[in-house]
């Protein structure tokens, strides 16, 4: 379907779903607080900030005399560890199950806000025993194993700052990651199971922290390694004085820890995202703001009852969503969850739906990209378990289209249930638009209003609001609590890349948008060179460069395709240095060059196809113009080609790709 197809398709959804009376009776979330935040924004924010525990109450909320360098409640202290386990074990919730972990071979462990408290205590004591302090950097590369969040909630409970890099992630993406960050530590394991199989993890480690080729080593002193699978190749290179394994050490530690109080603006972690150019941005959250509203969002969009729901997100702790709704919002709300390790359909298609029954999970929070896949192997497999616990169903990562909203409602949700489309970004800490259960009226396919609290407006190129049901720019005109606060490192990437466009206090999101005359807001994805492949952010440049790096490449340009299950897919056009004899040959180099890019950024970012040409369109003055390879790429119809150098060029390499 084409882009436009699909914007008309969308204009013309008018289904609706009003809350039924039942749910809007016992929702959290009260239509007041859009006229108390409407009211006085940052006294609605410091209202909500008051709900965490301060050691040290702030008196200041918001400090925008510097725009774009925010602080929120400035002077006020305190340990984000400490709001998410040792409040709740103090108000007498510690046998609460924090979350049921399920691994993916089927092994499963259960942790209550005490268990989970007491381990991150000895954790903390053994991160202090490394010499771990407040701001040193510690790097996280682990599968979705209870460490992972015991980790980090052990780095946050010091002060000091993680950086967890997605286990799917190649050595070389570590390498740039732990310079970037100069991290003294990083945690990881043996390796993980995925897909029915256990991967290593421990060899990457080892290939990123060797010297490189100039002789120069990373700043990296310790390794702490959990044994997961229990593969003795994985650790083959041990490296003595550097290596540690996690459960020797924690063994030997102290079982108390007292959670010190941090300023609200000490900095909590960096997570790396794909920007447009070929190095990821070290996204810097701080802690008084960026629990607030993660803790504020998580309990009234997903109409949170701590003491009787089961929420789980089926995110990796790997990207933001794993940070704000599987670690932060959740336990700071004293949430049970559910954890799984692996994938939806290990060792079974049925494998989500079965853990949903086995633990009668409540709140579900997924991707569209899986739901689609779900839809796509047909209603029969979910119908066979019990789904009945469910009652509020939540998407994020990508554009969740009506009929994949629709499914979802009816086949996952027994056609009742409330579904909410939450658009927020790695760098928005939290979310930002989206409807609230029990009061908004839901749309499928649009993610709707934005936050109480939170300003949105979508503009044209001169920052004018556009008209209903017109196109244009989403952008956020005032401060949140848990916006980045920077670029690690990168003061002018930050003000270049948000809050240059329309200048130092409008954010500018990335994202092209479309208001209806409800005021509901329609996300049309990507307006730069960020692709969204899976809900997961890549960017064209970084995989160009990617490309580039391999001998054979003279050039390369990388379009995101429209893809019917993962939303975007990679594909490539390259001109190689020398000629291939026929197409067998084509087929070869094409097979090399995705394999390479799969080793040297991730399996994540492999392109779908690469498709080997002579030529690439550009215009007069050597632009790759990426349109029209899109329009190539999506079967679709070339669109104009006047400002091409070279007209003829596109049938030539239309020509070459059959
Ligand atoms: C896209 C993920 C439409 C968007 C939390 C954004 C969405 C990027 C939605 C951020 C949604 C996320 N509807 N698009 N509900 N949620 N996006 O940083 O393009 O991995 O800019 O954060 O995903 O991706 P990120």
């Given at each position: 379907?084409?882009?436009?197809?699909?914007?008309?398709?969308?204009?013309?959804?008018?289904?609706?779903?009003?809350?039924?009376?039942?749910?809007?009776?016992?929702?959290?979330?009260?239509?007041?607080?859009?006229?108390?935040?409407?009211?006085?924004?940052?006294?609605?924010?410091?209202?909500?900030?008051?709900?965490?525990?301060?050691?040290?109450?702030?008196?200041?909320?918001?400090?925008?005399?510097?725009?774009?360098?925010?602080?929120?409640?400035?002077?006020?202290?305190?340990?984000?560890?400490?709001?998410?386990?040792?409040?709740?074990?103090?108000?007498?919730?510690?046998?609460?199950?924090?979350?049921?972990?399920?691994?993916?071979?089927?092994?499963?462990?259960?942790?209550?806000?005490?268990?989970?408290?007491?381990?991150?205590?000895?954790?903390?004591?053994?991160?202090?025993?490394?010499?771990?302090?407040?701001?040193?950097?510690?790097?996280?590369?682990?599968?979705?194993?209870?460490?992972?969040?015991?980790?980090?909630?052990?780095?946050?409970?010091?002060?000091?700052?993680?950086?967890?890099?997605?286990?799917?992630?190649?050595?070389?993406?570590?390498?740039?990651?732990?310079?970037?960050?100069?991290?003294?530590?990083?945690?990881?394991?043996?390796?993980?199971?995925?897909?029915?199989?256990?991967?290593?993890?421990?060899?990457?480690?080892?290939?990123?922290?060797?010297?490189?080729?100039?002789?120069?080593?990373?700043?990296?002193?310790?390794?702490?390694?959990?044994?997961?699978?229990?593969?003795?190749?994985?650790?083959?290179?041990?490296?003595?004085?550097?290596?540690?394994?996690?459960?020797?050490?924690?063994?030997?530690?102290?079982?108390?820890?007292?959670?010190?109080?941090?300023?609200?603006?000490?900095?909590?972690?960096?997570?790396?995202?794909?920007?447009?150019?070929?190095?990821?941005?070290?996204?810097?959250?701080?802690?008084?703001?960026?629990?607030?509203?993660?803790?504020?969002?998580?309990?009234?969009?997903?109409?949170?009852?701590?003491?009787?729901?089961?929420?789980?997100?089926?995110?990796?702790?790997?990207?933001?969503?794993?940070?704000?709704?599987?670690?932060?919002?959740?336990?700071?709300?004293?949430?049970?969850?559910?954890?799984?390790?692996?994938?939806?359909?290990?060792?079974?298609?049925?494998?989500?739906?079965?853990?949903?029954?086995?633990?009668?999970?409540?709140?579900?929070?997924?991707?569209?990209?899986?739901?689609?896949?779900?839809?796509?192997?047909?209603?029969?497999?979910?119908?066979?378990?019990?789904?009945?616990?469910?009652?509020?169903?939540?998407?994020?990562?990508?554009?969740?289209?009506?009929?994949?909203?629709?499914?979802?409602?009816?086949?996952?949700?027994?056609?009742?249930?409330?579904?909410?489309?939450?658009?927020?970004?790695?760098?928005?800490?939290?979310?930002?638009?989206?409807?609230?259960?029990?009061?908004?009226?839901?749309?499928?396919?649009?993610?709707?209003?934005?936050?109480?609290?939170?300003?949105?407006?979508?503009?044209?190129?001169?920052?004018?609001?556009?008209?209903?049901?017109?196109?244009?720019?989403?952008?956020?005109?005032?401060?949140?609590?848990?916006?980045?606060?920077?670029?690690?490192?990168?003061?002018?990437?930050?003000?270049?890349?948000?809050?240059?466009?329309?200048?130092?206090?409008?954010?500018?999101?990335?994202?092209?948008?479309?208001?209806?005359?409800?005021?509901?807001?329609?996300?049309?994805?990507?307006?730069?060179?960020?692709?969204?492949?899976?809900?997961?952010?890549?960017?064209t440049?970084?995989i160009e460069?990617s490309l580039?790096?391999?001998?054979?490449v003279?050039?390369a340009a990388v379009v995101?395709?429209?893809?019917?299950?993962?939303?975007?897919?990679v594909v490539a056009f390259v001109?190689?240095?020398?000629?291939?004899?026929?197409?067998?040959?084509?087929?070869?180099?094409a097979?090399?060059l995705r394999?390479?890019v799969?080793?040297?950024?991730?399996?994540?970012?492999r392109p779908r196809q690469v498709f080997i040409v002579?030529?690439?369109?550009?215009?007069?003055?050597?632009?790759?113009?990426?349109?029209?390879l899109?329009?190539?790429a999506?079967?679709?119809?070339?669109?104009?080609?006047?400002?091409?150098?070279?007209?003829?060029?596109?049938?030539?390499?239309?020509?070459?790709?059959?």
């Open positions: 379907m084409s882009e436009s197809n699909e914007i008309d398709n969308l204009l013309h959804e008018s289904r609706r779903f009003p809350p039924s009376d039942e749910f809007r009776a016992q929702a959290v979330a009260k239509a007041d607080l859009y006229t108390t935040a409407d009211a006085d924004p940052q006294a609605f924010w410091a209202e909500k900030a008051r709900d965490l525990h301060w050691h040290t109450p702030f008196t200041q909320t918001l400090d925008w005399s510097n725009p774009p360098f925010a602080t929120w409640f400035d002077d006020g202290e305190l340990n984000v560890a400490y709001n998410c386990l040792d409040r709740h074990v103090l108000a007498g919730n510690g046998d609460r199950v924090a979350f049921h972990w399920e691994g993916e071979p089927g092994d499963s462990k259960t942790f209550t806000y005490a268990e989970l408290t007491a381990e991150v205590k000895k954790a903390a004591n053994l991160l202090t025993a490394l010499g771990i302090r407040q701001g040193d950097r510690v790097a996280i590369y682990l599968p979705l194993i209870p460490e992972a969040v015991i980790a980090m909630l052990a780095v946050a409970r010091l002060g000091a700052i993680h950086t967890v890099i997605f286990g799917g992630f190649s050595a070389e993406s570590i390498r740039d990651r732990v310079n970037d960050a100069e991290a003294s530590l990083v945690i990881t394991a043996d390796g993980g199971y995925r897909k029915g199989r256990a991967f290593p993890l421990k060899p990457t480690v080892d290939k990123a922290l060797a010297p490189d080729e100039a002789g120069q080593a990373t700043t990296v002193k310790k390794v702490l390694v959990v044994k997961r699978t229990g593969d003795e190749t994985s650790v083959a290179g041990w490296q003595e004085g550097r290596d540690l394994w996690w459960h020797d050490e924690i063994a030997q530690v102290d079982s108390e820890h007292v959670a010190k109080p941090f300023p609200a603006e000490n900095p909590l972690f960096i997570l790396y995202t794909s920007g447009t150019t070929g190095k990821p941005k070290g996204i810097l959250h701080t802690s008084g703001g960026y629990l607030t509203q993660v803790a504020f969002t998580h309990k009234n969009v997903f109409d949170l009852k701590p003491e009787t729901d089961v929420y789980w997100s089926t995110a990796d702790v790997g990207w933001i969503t794993g940070h704000s709704y599987v670690v932060y919002g959740p336990l700071a709300n004293g949430a049970t969850e559910v954890i799984y390790e692996g994938t939806p359909d290990t060792p079974h298609p049925g494998r989500w739906w079965e853990i949903i029954q086995k633990y009668k999970v409540s709140i579900l929070y997924a991707a569209p990209t899986a739901i689609r896949t779900f839809m796509k192997l047909g209603r029969q497999i979910p119908q066979q378990f019990d789904l009945s616990s469910l009652r509020l169903l939540g998407s994020v990562g990508e554009p969740i289209n009506p009929e994949a909203w629709v499914w979802y409602r009816d086949v996952i949700g027994a056609g009742k249930t409330p579904i909410v489309d939450t658009w927020w970004q790695t760098e928005t800490g939290a979310m930002m638009i989206s409807a609230l259960p029990g009061i908004t009226t839901l749309k499928p396919g649009s993610a709707q209003i934005p936050i109480p609290g939170i300003a949105i407006d979508v503009v044209d190129e001169r920052l004018h609001s556009t008209g209903p049901d017109q196109g244009g720019l989403l952008v956020v005109t005032q401060p949140w609590p848990s916006m980045l606060r920077g670029i690690w490192g990168d003061p002018e990437r930050y003000v270049d890349t948000y809050w240059s466009k329309f200048g130092p206090t409008t954010y500018f999101a990335g994202d092209g948008a479309r208001r209806d005359k409800d005021g509901d807001i329609w996300l049309l994805g990507r307006v730069d060179d960020v692709m969204n492949v899976s809900g997961h952010r890549l960017s440049a970084e460069s580039v790096s391999h001998p054979m003279a050039e995101g395709a429209s893809d019917e299950t993962t939303g975007q897919a001109i190689t240095k020398a000629s291939h004899a026929d197409d067998a040959a084509k087929d070869d180099a097979a090399v394999a390479h799969a080793q040297q950024i991730g399996a994540i970012a002579n030529e690439l369109p550009k215009t007069r003055s050597g632009k790759i113009m990426r349109r029209l899109k329009d190539l999506e079967g679709r119809e070339i669109g104009d080609t006047t400002t091409l150098a070279d007209t003829s060029v596109m049938t030539a390499i239309t020509d070459t790709m059959r």
